[in-house]
């Protein structure tokens, strides 16, 4: 039977290549890797990667002998629309064709070349820190070497210091107190981490060169493992703790002198506050003092929600929902009454997650919401006029105009431009004006009408989000010095001029043409977004600007820095020739290996022995490998072996797994037994997000499972060996409305699953029926919920050992049980088996904090709640057992694994049973997945 599992896995991981549409072109450095139809894309990419590798490697004193030994291996994709790229060992993933980071994130650099280029400096970076330890254990050597030094290094090598990938964060956080040494390893805030890495990094090569980040990078070469802390004081003759108060002395010098003769501000009337967090806030009538908003209504709430707000004397009252499901900004009509926007579509293509947006418009006039369009990647668009809706397409080399006809529903393409365009607004002849990115990378603004293409703007700087406010005047942002101007082009002339350059950073958020009023957008101390307005023709007759400038002093020379060799910024316009495409067959197969680790072991028992373990895994998690082996002395059957193979093909999941060791939870009708097994299984699953939503999936499964038990002692009702094998197949619905404090505390959560297994066995022929439902929803507040868990089992047959339903005495450990098919029941220590298992757990959730000073020996007491129970299980066996149990319980944990302890009162058959405390450990696991 085994043998038989392993032959099926191996043929059908070989029929994978004939689904496979992958092909891959080789350079000296490099290969990309990519779908059918991106092969110019790849070519560009093998082109930026191919000029900048020597560079790059040039800049850290990396022989390039050691990457043609290992070629960067570049993956592009375009199944998840994010516009980002990561690098694991070798590989280097560039995801997405279409984003808005493309036309918003960069200077006057191309998107693909700075996020390629920042990958390919991770790429180096991780070879300059390979020591001997990575070849016997995997990536996870290098575990203590900081985020901060790894984005500092990859940003400064491969990007200048610039307004959007550093000096907004990192300048907001130092002025309004926020920046601390935590700042630089604290992921919740990624791009703070990111902007305080790379300054710090620029003032150490600023203050010490160069050569120090390559004296740290070669730090005893020849050792098994890199010791970053040890390595970074050698270099600077102190610790990272130290070095960092000369820094930040720094930063408050640069940003003081550089701000002292800015003069301040105040942009006009504050337009409502309706709370944190709002994205948008477009007025809508000035009589009725309505405004349409966008917003996270609280920190928990990881969605979206738009309405229309009515604010008067100082409340604010809500007028219409419009949706609590987009991912997008909202688009208005000139009129007012249509409101447009787009949705995650979720699914899954060449084996991965995949995403793109759904797009709906809403009507105020009669409340009816309308889908247009399926499967766009576009994020933004303009309204045209009253009946027609301009989407915008941002793919690498080119943006698509799509156009929507209300009216007729039709959509037709509309423009097509080599250039990534911003978000564009409508102009007063009936055409568009933009900020697009020319191919030279720099951001100019241009005018589009009756298909014809004018450029605006000509010169040096950043120009961004235009809005044309008169048949005259188009206003925009202007980029000085990485501080965001307020500035005018005047059409009639055709002359630019800067009307607002002030200490604080103003941002056009939308005109409001009623009012003929600019609506402004800025942060406050907390990175609040607050909104002001300010009258155009008062806009338009100031200008407010420093009225000294003078040198740079030294306090600027980390912003100026630049590597000591070729600049990957500026990479020559050479024309390779496109390499030649071959198929990829089982593109899979080529794993990265993430950790290994062994070390001796001791039992009474059994001796000396040897444990291992080791993980393996695709680029794209396409395949994992893991095993985990205990070998002693005393011969394989007292070893403990666990392998498991997940793949992802034809879109769906398939699994192998193998376990040889103890019985897990080795109870059943009559007590404790202690026995061996082995099992074997093979199962498939395939993930369908519902209507492409994110929060609404449906899963079918299926799988096969071999079960072979070996007891270690004689038992009179036990067989001294039993095996069985069977199918069992199932469905999981879930609805899960995403949120920052689940699973501790959900907002709303439905999970309905059911699972129907057959035993094939001549001798043991069974089945085994199961439901399980989860209903949870928060209530009265968004820290107050409530969760209600049910299941239903009933088996019908003889199982090996009389009955395989009920409860058992392991309510300290909650997670899916490896022998028999139980639940717990908190408090009682009982082992009640039958035939058919009803078994109920309500919860009342009090979540108390997200983060807590506290640790448990290692581990951070994170997500803590108090909780209120009840647990109650109906055993049908004859004689109709009963037990329930309450009490209360404090538990905290990050993601699945969630610790507890608590009081309980237990009850049998209606008599008290017990009293006491107890420790509980959860791991949620979802039981169709678990054989």
Known sequence: MKKGLLCFYIAFTVSISSSAEWYRINGKYSSIEYTQGYKS??????????????????????????????????????????????????????????????????????????????????????????????????????????????????????????????????????????????????????????????????????????????????????????????????????????????????????????????????????????????????????????????????????????????YKNKKKYIRKYISNHYNTDLIISPDKNLIAYGRYNMGTKNDQNSLNYRWFIYNRSNGETKEIAAGLKVKYGVFLNFNRLILINVADTITEFISFDINSEEITPFFRTKMQVGIPERSNDGGLIFSAQTASGQRDIFHLNNNKLQRLTRDSLDNRRPIQVNDTHII???????????????????????????????????????????????????????????????????????????PDNRYSHWTKKEPEAASVLSLPDTTMKSPTSEAVNLPQFSLINIMNA??????????????????????????????????????????????????????????????????????????????????????????????????????????????????????????????????????????????????ALAKRRFNLSMIYFNSFESKYKFSISEINMTIASDILSERLGIMATGSYLYQNGAFPLEYGVGIDSYYELDMPRDFTYTRTVRGVNRNIYGNKLLWTSGEVIYYLTQKSPMMLLFLPINNLTINGFYDYAKIENGNGEEVYSYGAQLSFGDGPLRLGAGYVESFYNGAKDDIQYYWRISLLIPKHIVF
Do not use: C
């Open 41 to 310: 894309t790849a070519d560009s990419l093998l082109k930026i990667a191919e000029l900048s590798i020597p560079r790059l490697a040039k800049m850290v004193k990396l022989p390039l002998a050691e990457v043609e030994k290992a070629p960067a291996r570049i993956i592009l994709t375009d199944a998840m629309d994010i516009s980002n790229g990561y690098s694991l060992e070798n590989t280097v993933v560039i995801y997405t064709i279409s984003s808005m980071y493309l036309p918003m994130w960069t200077g006057n650099i191309h998107w693909y070349q700075q996020v390629l280029t920042h990958e390919l400096a991770h790429y180096i970076t991780f070879k300059k820190l390979r020591r001997n330890g990575n070849k016997f254990f995997g990536e996870v050597s290098n575990i203590d070497v900081p985020r901060w030094f790894y984005e500092g290094v990859a940003q400064y090598f491969s990007e200048t210091w610039n307004t959007f990938r550093g000096d907004i964060s990192l300048k907001n956080a130092l002025l309004t107190g926020r920046l601390t040494i935590r700042s630089m390893y604290n992921l919740s805030d990624g791009r703070l981490l990111y902007a305080s890495g790379h300054a710090f990094t620029r003032y150490l090569v600023t203050e010490y060169g160069d050569s120090s980040l390559i004296k740290l990078m070669d730090y005893k070469k020849k050792d098994w493992f890199y010791n970053f802390e040890e390595a970074f004081r050698e270099i600077y003759g102190k610790s990272v703790e130290e070095i960092f108060p000369d820094f930040y002395r720094n930063l408050v010098i640069y940003y003081g002198d550089r701000l002292a003769d800015y003069p301040i501000f105040e942009a006009g009337e504050i337009l409502p506050d309706f709370g944190e967090r709002v994205y948008q806030l477009i007025p809508l009538s000035t009589k009725d003092s309505t405004y349409l908003v966008s917003q996270q209504l609280s920190p928990n709430q990881q969605y979206l929600t738009a309405m229309i707000i009515e």
């Open 476 to 550: 925009f942002n202007r980029l000085l010095d990485n501080k965001p101007t307020l500035a005018l082009y005047d059409l009639k002339g055709s002359t630019l001029q800067t009307l607002v350059n002030a200490q604080d950073d103003y941002w056009l958020h939308n005109y409001n043409r009623e009012d003929r009023e600019i609506v402004l957008a800025s942060f406050d101390p907390l990175k609040k977004i607050r909104y002001t307005v300010i009258p155009l023709d008062t806009l338009l007759t100031m200008t407010i600007s420093p009225q000294h400038t003078y």
């Open 598 to 743: 062994a070390l001796p072991l001791y039992t009474k028992s059994d001796g000396w022995g040897i444990g291992a373990m080791t993980t393996w895994v695709e680029p794209l998690q396409r395949q994992l490998l893991s095993g985990m082996v205990a070998f002693f002395g005393t011969g394989l059957e007292n070893s403990f072996i666990m392998l498991n193979s997940i793949t992802r093909a034809y879109n769906s999941y398939f699994s192998l797994n193998y376990y040889h060791g103890p019985v897990i939870f080795p109870y059943y009708e009559h007590g404790e037994f202690v026995a061996k097994q082995d099992i074997g299984g093979f199962s498939w699953a395939k993930p369908i997000n519902i209507w492409g939503s994110r929060r609404l999936s449906f899963s079918p499964t299926a799988s096969y499972t071999y079960r072979n038990i070996k007891t270690k002692k004689d038992y009179t009702d036990i067989p001294s060996q039993f095996s069985y094998h069977g199918a069992s197949a199932g469905i999981d619905l879930d609805y899960n409305l995403p949120t920052a404090f689940y699973p």
